[in-house]
């Protein structure tokens, strides 16, 4: 499979859950809105996080890319799927590990342990354990999922 092959992920039907919103004008709609004046901020603490669901398809996510506000990011995250086989907890799919930045950083999303994506799986959640903030702010100008849709 190459570059070519992926597909966005996140479209009109994809629900956006966030740990928390600063206020209502940096909301979790800006994360997916391709503006690159708005954001979603949380409010302080940690750990934060973003979750995505696909309720009408089963994906295989592969990228995925995020523009950060310098000093408001979300410097350790667990990259997590829903639980599958009757487990209890969200599982790891991999950890990534953003730079302080204001630029877009991308990461391929390779699977650590035994986890089979193969099947496809519902959601997502990003879960920023740390943050470049002193108070556990995160601040989110743009996210994009890419990978495969399972037919």
């Known amino acids: 499979m190459t570059s070519d092959?992926?597909?966005?992920?996140?479209?009109?039907?994809?629900?956006?859950?966030?740990?928390?919103?600063l206020e209502k004008a940096t909301g979790k709609k800006h994360l997916v809105?391709?503006?690159?004046e708005t954001c979603w901020t949380?409010?302080?603490g940690l750990p934060q996080f973003i979750q995505l669901g696909f309720p009408?398809?089963?994906?295989?996510p592969k990228r995925l890319s995020m523009t950060f506000q310098g000093g408001f990011v979300g410097t350790r995250c667990v990259v997590q799927i829903p639980p599958l086989n009757g487990a209890r907890d969200w599982q790891v799919l991999t950890n990534i590990y953003p730079e302080d930045v204001n630029r877009r950083q991308v990461f391929d999303l390779k699977p650590i342990g035994a986890v089979d994506l193969e099947r496809g799986v519902t959601g997502l959640r990003l879960l920023f354990e740390e943050s470049s903030d002193f108070f556990g702010r995160i601040t989110v100008y743009d996210l994009k999922m890419e990978g495969t849709i399972i037919e």
Do not use: C, F
């Open 42 to 44: 949380s409010q302080q």
């Open 56 to 60: 009408d398809k089963l994906v295989v």
């Open 33 to 36: 809105d391709n503006s690159p």
């Open 5 to 21: 092959d992926l597909v966005s992920l996140i479209d009109e039907n994809t629900s956006i859950k966030v740990s928390s919103t």
